[in-house]
């Protein structure tokens, strides 16, 4: 990088008028190195391909795994899961760097076929939720809920403030606490506000007296709202492709701005019956580490997703993103 940086001043040089003075010359060519040299860098990664192990013995390693599960130590169980899961990121991968001309929601559907049963469809694996165990094979392997034959369901979390666990460790993150909840007379039903949806199809929360609560996502109905935006947030951030953000303040900024607002759009929307969150922060993922930087573990961003608005949620993904990229903790950013 810096060789091309070099690279670039010096012809830059050669070719600026000296009514600049050589300080004002070096500077603008400076600029303009730093620029060009990302530019022409970035240009090359579509052609040198991102690196998606391929091997199991690869895809299980620890600093793949990681950017798969809730938490970096959890037992993967059937190995299945993340080879189906690395194999799907394959499809986004080609949509990110424009190889594949497909539109958001092909792209998504194939990706979740993929994740669900495998290239060959006869690889599904074991889902443990909400008491119960299923097979992935069962969760509609690319068919989003607004599809013909597909249940109705809207409730998608299922949790309680009597035990400790995400939930109950969401609400302390954000700075809620159980005794917010004890004078509840029956229920608390609230809508979590999203950027860029209409107030009367946001998401809506259901908190018990005695504790229980659900996440209910938009009807199928809503579902042109929803893909829509959040096509455009995607594509938002397949722009990003193209730019250096490492350490300049703006940029970066910018750059956590639409990966949070992506995922939490997303992930309030919940497009599939099942297995959400593992492709949705497969995007997250994938995204931080073609800019350079360390993965997300799942940990309950999508609880804090749940339980905050858009712009509470920069500040969670912010947190999050500063855990787990401590080099980037001296880049000041004033404001969210």
Known sequence: ?????????????????????????????????????AIILKSLIPFMGFSIPGSEEAILAFEWRKGFLRYPNDDIGNPAFLVNHTQALHVFDR?????????????????????????????PYTIARNGGTYSSDQMFPGMMRHMPGIPPRSAFQSDSLAEPGPLLDSLSLLGWSVADFENINGSYRWRNPIDGIAA?????????????????APGAMNHESYLKRIADLAEDLRQTRWQHINHNPYALKTFVH???????????????????????????????????????????????????????????????????????????????
């Open 1 to 37: 990088m810096a060789l091309l940086r070099g690279f670039v001043v010096l012809l830059c040089l050669f070719s600026a008028t000296p009514s600049f003075g050589i300080v004002g010359i070096y500077e603008r060519c400076f600029g303009v190195a730093e620029y060009a040299s």
């Open 95 to 123: 949509w990110f760097r424009g190889i594949d001309d497909h539109d958001y929601q092909t792209m998504l559907s194939h990706q979740h076929t993929i994740a669900c049963i495998g290239p060959s469809g006869d690889r």
């Open 200 to 216: 009367a199809i946001w998401p809506e929360n259901l908190l018990l007296r005695q504790g229980s609560f659900s996440h209910y």
């Open 258 to 336: 639409k990966v949070a607002d992506y995922y939490h759009t997303s992930i309030n929307w919940m497009p599939f019956v099942g297995v959400n969150n593992s492709i949705l922060m497969s995007h997250v993922n994938y995204v931080l580490r073609y800019h350079g930087f360390s993965v997300l573990p799942h940990e309950e961003l999508d609880y804090q997703a749940f339980l905050s608005s858009t712009s509470q949620f920069r500040q969670v993904l912010w947190k999050s993103f500063l855990a787990a990229n401590p080099r980037m903790s001296g880049v000041r950013i004033n404001r969210f």
